[in-house]
């Protein structure tokens, strides 16, 4: 274990990426208290390569372009290593020299990085959502047996997992997620087969990647929360509840037996449930964020979704309740559908028929096996991209 002082030596994966770019800002604000040994991005080597020279890791991984001599070298100028592809991510997920795994993968590339963290001993911030959504079960389980902690960096788990510091799990009665509600969540859904790419892209808070923004116009990215916080806080699927609150104000709520209900606020900075999952149980002030002004006028508004409106959120209650493989089917199938919406190949409302018709033609695996679970994802893709020609 580390003491106090020293400082904690950490990986990431997924470094180019909005959550990633954030991690770095954090991380280069409280410079003094880590060291990066690992970065890891997709396609995007130049960033990268500003990355790796502010910061200096040993070793960088790129997974979404061909080795490449000519990058290779630009790396090696700063004395780092390239490692190319999942094999690289492996790698890197698998070193002992690391204390802290922030997990920033977009896509089901992030569930094996994860079990290899936890198996050599280090602590996950994770932001890849499909490390629970496909394996909750076998993650969690991973994670106990390590005896390491599994931090959220979504801003509605940091805001339970902060609720939650100090309580007792007997005091919990339901877990309350807010969602934004998306674009569409007041429009006629009648018009929903209208839906341009760049309507949905249009997220009213959060500035994001461009399949999570189009998971939050479905709604689906609450569904895929509501899975996650079900393995994170071990509570039952009837008792974590969606609100849409559009002022993205409230983060999310615990509501407790004696009937106190707790709630963390704060500006959508994600920079915050960033910094809480890398100085918990500390808090650290940065004078990067901004503070949210309370004696401004704002409103407290909830809502509740409406199910029939916004299909994915039942699909995933659903898929929780059926569980085993249901999940990863979900995931693989939403994942797939999202893509064919971006490439004008579906329309909007066909994401959640997609998405059903895929969890209904599959024969669910109860207790699956890792190996089982990918078989999942990679049945749910093949069977989008089929029925959607
Ligand atoms: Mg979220």
Known sequence: MMTENSTRRITLLGSTGSIGTNTLAVLGEFSDKFTVKYLTAHQNWQKLLMQAQAFRPVAVCLTGIAPDLAIENAFKNLGIDTWWGEAGLIEIASQTDTDIMINALVGAIGLKPTLLAIETGKNIALSNKETLVMAGELVMQAA??????????DSEHSAIFQCLTGEKAESIERLILTASGGPFWKRDPDTFKDITIAEALKHPNWNMGRKITIDSATLM????EVIEAHWLFNIAPARINVLIHPPSIVHSMVEFVDGSIKAQLGVPDMKIPIQYALSYPARWKNSQITRFDLSQHFKLEFY??????????????????????????LNAANEAAVQAFLDEKIQFQQIAETIESALNHFSHIKTPELQDLLQADQWARTFVAESII
């Open 221 to 224: 990215n609450k569904g895929l």
């Open 144 to 153: 106990q047996k390590k005896g390491v902690t599994v931090i959220p960096i």
């Open 304 to 329: 509740p979704p409406d199910y029939t409106k916004f299909r994915t959120l039942d699909l995933a209650y659903a898929a929780l309740e059926t569980g085993g493989t249901a999940s990863a089917i």
